[in-house]
């Protein structure tokens, strides 16, 4: 049971570069979540989507856009990388109902230079 | 506004102290508390939610909506503790506002 898998890993991109983070869910979950992890400032939610077909913004979208492919896969893309979004990222996937939390991925390390 | 407030960034203790995460937060409806968890280069994990009001790994936490707190405790701490420690509050579609964090590093 792999839960949420989040590829790649590890990502150098120069500036002005873009690429597509990946992650996708064997859970059968409803709702899915890219966040954003810097030091002292805790997770930050990038978008969500309640739903398949939904998405929608969370506290800190500039820069980044999201594709709910089905119910399984949420992409996040970086279309024009800024040193700003050297982060480290986390898909987050969640069955809505009263008290679930969320299963979270193993993250991907994004250095932009 | 939801908001989730961590007031300390790191709390070091000795090996079989207790110990006392500090969270306040901010919500005008009925909120859904969690507390989750982050060992060195791992994926966070769900430690504890406080409507299952159960004790997990030694710890637990009550909700206090007098003085809108959620503090996480443990009576004896151990090395394995060591970790980051996340609160969180939910508003609307499970959507998640965490706090800043706080570092918790257990000495032997």
Redesign the interface.
């Known amino acids: 049971n792999a839960g949420v898998t989040q590829t790649p890993k590890f990502q150098v991109l120069k500036t002005g570069q873009s690429m597509t983070l990946q992650c996708a869910q064997d859970m059968n979950h409803n709702s899915m979540y890219w966040y954003r992890q810097d030091p002292g400032m805790g997770l930050r939610l990038i978008y969500y989507s309640a739903s398949e077909g939904t998405t929608d913004k969370g506290e800190v979208p500039n820069g980044y856009n999201v594709s709910r492919l089905n119910k399984r896969e949420f992409s996040l893309r970086l279309e024009s990388a800024a040193p700003s979004q050297t982060s480290v990222y986390f898909c987050a996937s969640s069955s809505q109902g009263q008290g679930y939390g969320y299963t979270f991925g193993s993250g991907t390390r994004l250095t932009v230079v | 506004a939801q908001r989730v407030t961590?007031p300390e960034?790191l709390l070091s203790v000795f090996k079989g102290a207790p110990v006392e995460l500090k969270c306040n937060y901010s919500y005008s409806g009925s909120p859904?508390l969690?507390w989750?968890v982050q060992y060195s280069r791992?994926?966070?994990?769900?430690l504890l939610?406080h409507?299952?009001r159960e004790s997990i790994k030694g710890f637990t936490a009550d909700l206090n909506k007098g003085e809108t707190s959620f503090h996480l405790k443990k009576p004896f701490a151990q090395e394995e503790d060591s970790a980051m420690y996340?609160c969180?509050l939910s508003g609307g579609?499970?959507?998640?506002?965490?706090?800043?964090?706080t570092r918790l590093l257990v000495s032997p």
């Open positions: 961590q960034k859904e969690f989750y791992q994926r966070l994990q769900l939610r409507i299952s996340y969180a579609f499970q959507k998640l506002v965490f706090g800043t964090g």
